[in-house]
């Protein structure tokens, strides 16, 4: 198990969902803490609301991406760049994994009598991988110096 897996084995272990994993990744390389978004994302876990709608990883890798280029302030915009970027994760992400759906992704799974075992992670820890490293990628291509938004 390499590192980044042992993070990803950690997160899950300790109750975070997929889009809270990539949110918090996003915010460990910036060596920050934001536990009100962490929060507020919790309702996009496991694909919306437990309803295995949009995935999680591909819901917290948009959410990445608005760190970057979205609009945050009443005195900006969003960066010129930000709908492409958006557009290309997710046209990458349904090619690459067949669905943005969750339960088409990982089959359909009875969140709501999980009890914590967490057993859906095992499926989904290969994904957010990928996925994470994509979203990294598209920043740098994009010209932004990932880890560091100031």
């Not at 979205?70 to 557009?87: L, V």
């Amino acid at each position: 198990m390499n590192d980044m897996e042992f993070k990803l084995f950690k997160l899950s272990s300790s109750g975070f969902c997929c889009t809270q994993i990539m949110l918090k990744l996003a915010l460990d390389d910036e060596e920050k803490e934001n536990e009100d978004l962490l929060k507020a994302v919790s309702g996009l876990c496991r694909g919306i609301g437990g309803r295995q709608k949009s995935c999680g990883v591909l819901t917290g890798g948009l959410g990445i991406l608005g760190l970057y280029g979205a609009k945050g302030k009443d005195t900006e915009y969003p960066k010129q760049n930000y709908s492409d970027m958006t557009e290309e994760y997710m046209e990458w992400f349904r090619n690459e994994f067949g669905s943005e759906e969750c339960k088409d992704i990982i089959g359909v799974y009875d969140f709501a009598h999980d009890r914590g075992s967490d057993g859906y992670m095992v499926k989904c820890g290969d994904i957010l991988l990928r996925s994470y490293e994509k979203v990294v990628e598209i920043l740098r291509d994009n010209d932004y110096e990932y880890g560091s938004r100031e």
